[in-house]
């Protein structure tokens, strides 16, 4: 091998920020993004906390055992405010949204159909 095969050549080109449509970030920007990020997180925890005292005040515990069965959620061996949790839990994740939503739908189907004088008859759920 030839000395000038043996040497490795390499060249480096900072692009400018400019060129490149960035801004620069300054100090109120961040303080901004914080201030949003806590009173998102805030808000988010209100809302769980607030969905826990509807299902501890309004729901009997075999009400939510349905639930429970509903989302596939154990509920062997559970006290009420156990199960209050993992279904809040698996309420706020985003992943689980469809699922809630038609839960949330088809219960409010069966108390039309409960509270309606000729159809209520035929269903049979407790």
Known sequence: MSESEE??????????KEEKNESIVT???LVKEVDLMEMTSSVAMDDYIAL???YQTNYIKKELE???????ISKRKKRKDQLVEEIVIFEKDPENIET???R???????????SDKYL???????
């Open 120 to 126: 209520s008859k035929f269903l049979i759920l407790d």
């Open 7 to 16: 040497n490795i050549h390499f060249s480096l080109q900072e692009e400018c």
């Open 100 to 102: 809630v939503y038609r």
């Open 27 to 29: 100090y109120e920007d």
């Open 104 to 114: 949330k739908r088809l219960w409010s189907c069966i108390e039309e159909i409960k």
């Open 66 to 72: 349905r639930i429970a069965a509903y989302y596939d």
């Open 52 to 54: 826990e005292i509807e």
